[in-house]
């Protein structure tokens, strides 16, 4: 197979090597020739454009910083459009803006040009090691067709739908991480700052019962969506008390509770609503509810 690789920064260079392995073909662009030293030392070609590297592939991946990057490359003089051809695959790898990926699918489908998301998540370490999960987004029989060529950029594929959608879970995905980063330190910081070391802190948070399990767990398998609380759950009241505290806690500290206010202005919009008495977990049927959307299914509460 004849593949054209465009951005061998931190992540596309390990990404470009374990891809060139699968390739027949193998050509490569970069603003930095010497940054693909040793993929042309193993076989790879160099292309002086993004247009050259383009033409005569069956796929075209970039992989490259911010979405201005993604549409010179793409659209822009010498670009990959002014090179492809309508047997050629464009795929952007890049993390980037879904609106610039909306825009770039419809440029290259006016022109008969297949067009696909695949953005990554596992960082440099994993990118060497193949060791990244890959979001793509596109037609699915194209997916079918070519999931090896994705596989030899990661391990964990996974097919997220119409192209688009591997950028919305990369881009969630992200944003998930930086909150529960924010989340987390504002909790450390409000238990050290009350007395606490932050060793047996994070040993006690850790073995409770939202600390011990991975935060995604509970609504990989739950089914319940009506929150009925029985004799066995920890009620919206209780929890919505317990917020409280800790907020008075990190207050008489003169630790900034962001997150934790939010999170409190929430229960107290809850509890309005007469949710006193249902499972805790109804929380995220309030914020669902703010977005305009209901969850097919979501877990119970905490304790």
């Known amino acids: 197979m004849k593949i054209g690789w465009i951005g061998v920064g931190n992540m596309g260079k390990p990404m470009a090597k374990n891809l060139q392995k699968f390739?027949?073909?193998?050509?490569?662009?970069?603003?930095?020739?010497?940054?693909?030293?040793?993929?042309?030392?193993?076989?790879?070609?160099?292309?002086?454009?993004?247009?050259?590297?383009?033409?005569?592939?069956?796929?075209?991946?970039?992989?490259?910083?911010?979405?201005e990057d993604?549409?010179?490359v793409a659209l822009g003089?010498?670009?990959?459009?002014?090179?492809?051809?309508k047997n050629t695959i464009v795929i952007d790898s890049s993390t980037n803006s879904l609106a610039m990926v909306k825009k770039l699918n419809s440029e290259f489908n006016k022109h008969d040009i297949s067009f696909m998301d695949c953005p990554v998540s596992g960082g440099v370490t994993g990118a060497i090691d193949r060791d990244?999960?890959?979001?793509?987004?596109?037609?699915?029989?194209?997916?079918?067709?070519?999931?090896?060529?994705?596989?030899?950029?990661?391990?964990?594929?996974?097919?997220?739908?119409p192209t688009g959608s591997g950028t919305i879970c990369k881009l969630s995905h992200n944003l998930f991480?930086?909150?529960?980063?924010?989340?987390?330190?504002?909790?450390?910081?409000?238990?050290?700052?009350?007395?606490?070391?932050l060793g047996t802190l994070l040993t006690a948070i850790s073995k409770c019962a939202s600390g011990k399990n991975p935060p995604l767990e509970n609504w990989i398998n739950s089914t319940q969506n009506d929150f009925a609380a029985d004799e066995y759950s920890f009620f919206l009241e209780l929890g919505a008390k317990d917020?409280?505290?800790?907020?008075?806690?990190?207050?008489?500290?003169?630790?900034?509770?962001d997150m934790a206010n939010i999170a409190e202005q929430n229960m107290i919009e809850a509890m309005n609503k007469g949710w006193g008495k249902k499972n805790a977990g109804i929380i995220r049927k309030l914020i669902a509810n703010k977005a305009g959307i209901d969850f097919d299914y979501c877990p119970g509460g905490f304790a």
């Open 177 to 197: 991480s930086a909150m529960l980063m924010n989340i987390t330190s504002e909790v450390l910081s409000s238990g050290v700052k009350a007395g606490m070391d």
């Open 23 to 67: 390739a027949s073909e193998f050509t490569v662009n970069d603003l930095n020739q010497e940054s693909a030293i040793d993929i042309l030392e193993d076989g790879g070609s160099w292309a002086d454009s993004p247009k050259k590297c383009a033409q005569g592939k069956d796929l075209v991946f970039m992989c490259l910083p911010m979405p």
């Open 243 to 257: 917020v409280k505290l800790a907020c008075e806690m990190g207050r008489e500290n003169n630790v900034p509770m």
């Open 132 to 161: 990244l999960c890959v979001m793509v987004g596109g037609e699915e029989d194209l997916y079918n067709q070519h999931s090896s060529a994705f596989e030899a950029i990661g391990d964990k594929v996974i097919y997220c739908g």
């Open 70 to 72: 993604v549409e010179k």
């Open 77 to 85: 003089e010498n670009g990959i459009l002014s090179g492809v051809n």
